[in-house]
């Protein structure tokens, strides 16, 4: 097991938590290691739940495009930890092992839509380099509101600042 920067709380043991953890437990149904290292900062870790849950739960976007940037945020920033944490839901939201395992490769446009591909190439240059060029942002608004397009962005960002924690604490189950 990778050596842990920051050491995970222990839920139920500080009373001055209950009230975030029962948050992160209604949303999410467990307290993974990520969440048990954010309770060390209850500010912080009641933050990070209201963003979380309005990029995951409360968008306007459908789950499908939200676990696709997730997961290629995830891949580029060599998170393991969300990356396979998303398995899952990604597949809840209609992917296939294959089309997932694709978001691990530059060969994946075949794998989707036209518009899947729109949100793969804004991840990669938001991720890679913190900037998304005009031409691609006319070619999302092109299918997508204001809230969708802000909604987009915040995922992109949300999901780098995820992987980018991860990574840097060194958190993995």
């Known amino acids: 097991m990778t050596h842990k920067r920051v050491k995970e709380m222990t839920p139920g ?11 992160i437990l209604k949303e999410r149904g467990k307290i993974s290691p990520l969440y048990r290292t954010l309770l060390n900062s209850a500010p912080i870790a009641k933050g990070w739940e209201s963003l979380i849950t309005a990029v ?5 976007l459908p789950t499908r495009l939200i676990e696709i940037m997730i ?36 060969a994946f446009a ?11 190439h804004a991840s990669d240059c938001i991720t890679q380099d913190v900037e998304l ?38 958190i993995s189950y």
């Not at 995951?56 to 306007?60: A, P």
């Not at 990356?83 to 691990?104: C, M, N, V, W, Y």
């Not at 075949?110 to 793969?120: H, T």
């Not at 204001?146 to 780098?160: P, R």
């Open 71 to 106: 997961l290629r945020v995830a891949y580029l920033n060599q998170s393991d930890y969300e990356f396979e944490a998303h398995r899952l839901p990604a597949t809840q939201a209609g992917l296939s092992a294959q089309q997932i395992d694709a978001l691990k490769t530059q």
């Open 110 to 120: 075949a794998e989707f839509s036209d518009i899947e591909n729109l949100l793969i």
């Open 13 to 23: 043991t500080n009373p001055a938590l209950s009230e975030i953890e029962a948050r």
């Open 133 to 170: 060029p005009d031409p691609l942002f006319e070619r999302i608004a092109e299918h997508f509101n204001d809230q969708e397009k802000l909604e987009i962005i915040t995922t992109i960002s949300a999901y780098n600042m995820v992987s980018r924690f991860l990574k840097a604490l060194k």
């Open 56 to 60: 995951r739960n409360q968008s306007s």
